[in-house]
């Protein structure tokens, strides 16, 4: 069992029967399926869909396509999207999806058909009002469009809101795209606020630069924050020019063209372990996968916040060295909560027939994003507690009120 679920579980007093709920998904489905190689060969994938809790409303979370995908990192990701959910106050519960594959080494059609046929998979347990999948690692809008094609021909009916994180053209909502590293920009900001930092340039270092980081990158760069330090799975690199940090919309451009941010002009290639122990930034940004960052690192950090844009990025016991060294993490329960709340949104207007101005999505995020975070402190200055164990009282306290026995 989770031992911050555990722990916060002990604080609110939480009923045994509760604890017990929490720590077990309410249902886990495992897929093996054949799929049609371009050499014709037929070659059979693994794949998950796990569903937490709907005490709140259908599960929600997104698919991850990764070789080391599997059954136990599914199961983590399906319980933090229920405490997501419940922390931003949507009416959500939580799962998620994934399959064992190497997307990279797969070409368009190969993905195409392996994307249809785990729907046709797990057709059954999926659906608007049921389960609603969106995108994650190695996953886009395009992987999407083809979710929601097939799942549509499965049961005889255009089923947009069965998935999120669409092509606009497909019924996406506006601002999804940035939705997950904007929601983070909100929280960051407020607890800056919060923390009495006062205002100078403040700068970043960014670990992972897909969906959550770039577009991350682009957004504080644009407010002022110099983004000193990226990584990716390839490389991980450092400004040669620490005053001004990284030409961010060069380097989107320079990833684009060839593949990683490697050897970018300006920047000095070292090693992802130096990038989060000796980048000299005042806030660190995981934006990758679980698990990267150790107790060993923990010690070195520099940086005085975290800000966990990746979903459990931080191994077991890295919470307690960091507290103890006076740096603040911003959990992934609340600092990633942008992706589902405009997910939300999309699903909405899907099912309202509605379009949404990208004004109002981004209103509508921030006000959610900005309540989120103040009710997350409200409870840490009540409990004395750090913000992560504040953001899992407030979800049980959310969830275990809505479960019925
Ligand atoms: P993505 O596939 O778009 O990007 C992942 C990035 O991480 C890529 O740049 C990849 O090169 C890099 N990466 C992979 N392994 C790495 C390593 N060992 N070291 C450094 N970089 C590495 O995925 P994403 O959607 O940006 O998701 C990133 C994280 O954010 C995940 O933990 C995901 O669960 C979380 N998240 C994403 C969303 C969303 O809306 N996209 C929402 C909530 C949480």
């Known amino acids: 069992m989770n031992e911050t679920l555990k722990k916060a579980a002990e604080i609110i007093k939480l009923k045994k029967e509760y604890l017990e709920i929490l720590a077990r998904p309410q249902r886990i489905v495992q897929v093996n399926f054949p799929v049609k190689m371009d050499s014709g060969e037929i070659r059979m994938f693994c794949g998950y869909r796990i569903q937490h809790s709907n005490a709140r409303g259908p599960y929600k979370g997104g698919i991850r396509y990764h070789q080391d995908c599997d059954l136990a990192e599914v199961a983590d990701l399906a319980f933090w999207m229920t405490l997501k959910c419940a922390v931003v106050g949507i009416p959500y519960g939580g799962g998620k999806g994934g399959v064992t594959v190497n997307p990279k080494t797969l070409s368009g059609q190969e993905l195409e058909r392996m994307t249809r046929a785990y729907t046709r998979a797990i057709a059954d347990v999926i659906g608007p009002r049921k389960d609603i999948p969106a995108p994650d690692v190695y996953t886009d809008a395009r992987v999407m469009s083809w979710i929601y094609d097939e799942y549509s021909r499965i049961i005889g009916k255009k089923t947009p809101a069965v998935v999120t994180g669409k092509p606009i053209k497909l019924g996406g909502s506006l601002g999804r795209d940035i939705a997950t590293a904007l929601g983070g920009v909100y929280v960051l900001e407020k607890i800056i606020k919060l923390l009495g930092w006062q205002r100078k340039k403040l ?197 275990t009120k809505k479960i019925k026995i």
């Open 203 to 399: 700068s970043a270092a960014i670990q992972g630069f897909g969906n959550a980081g770039a577009n991350m990158a682009e957004l504080l760069s644009g407010r002022g924050f110099k983004i000193l330090a990226v990584s990716d799975s390839q490389a991980a690199i450092v400004s040669k020019n620490l005053k001004e940090g990284l030409n961010v919309k060069s380097l989107i451009e320079f990833k684009k063209r060839t593949g990683s941010v490697k050897n970018f002009p300006g920047s000095q290639n070292v090693s992802q372990k130096e990038l989060l122990c000796t980048t000299p930034a005042d806030i660190l940004v995981p934006a990758a996968l679980g698990g990267l960052i150790t107790q060993d690192d923990a010690h070195k950090i520099k940086a005085k916040i975290i800000l966990e844009l990746a979903n459990g990025p931080l191994k077991e016991g890295v919470d307690e060295i960091l507290d103890k060294r006076g740096v603040s993490v911003i959990p992934d329960i609340l600092a990633n909560a942008g992706g589902v709340t405009v997910s939300y949104f999309e699903w909405l207007q899907n099912i309202k027939n509605q379009r949404w101005s990208k004004e109002k999505v981004l209103a509508e995020l921030k006000k959610i994003m900005m309540r989120a975070t103040k009710d997350v402190w409200k409870i840490k200055q009540k409990y004395r507690t750090d913000m992560r164990l504040a953001a899992y009282i407030l979800a049980i306290q959310r969830v």
